[in-house]
């Protein structure tokens, strides 16, 4: 089995830039990071969206009325950490399981990249990154946990060659 990208440019009227183009990026970081998270099956949903879109979203599943620029919504139980739910070899699923769904504002992350001075490729990297860490039970609600989950991202965006 794999772990595959199912993807969506959720923006209205085909907006610049093309998502598309992000893509291949994107199946490459999902590799990398089920390779070192131990995962060998699943699906992963994208969409793409605007700050009005994603900013709906914050206030209808988060409370937060404001835009942000990614966010992740896992398929797994509340409490489950690790790859350890995602089984592999005899035990795995017959079909893909779908881990979740990831949001990114798209014209948020290039403003990002651009506050920051890296790369589109770096913070759109970064934020898909980051929601599928979420996706596989992974938080930064406390110091300890953060620094868990800022380093297993970083050591992924490292290896594909995205660092600051």
Known sequence: MAVTLEWMDGRAG??????????????????????????????????????????????????VDAPTDVLSFPMREAGEEGPEAFPAGEEAFEEEEP??????????????????????EREIGFLFVHGLLHLLGYDHDTEEREREMFSRQEAVLAKAGLVR
């Open 99 to 120: 881990l979740g769904d990831i949001v990114i504002s798209l014209p948020r992350a290039l403003a990002q990249a651009e506050e920051y001075g890296h790369s589109a």
């Open 14 to 63: 085909g907006a610049e830039p093309a998502a598309d183009k992000w893509i291949p990026l994107l199946e490459r970081l999902l590799a990398e990071t089920a390779a070192a998270e131990g995962v060998d099956n699943g699906v992963v949903s994208l969409t793409f969206t605007d700050d009005e879109g994603i900013r709906e979203l914050n206030r209808r599943f988060r409370g």
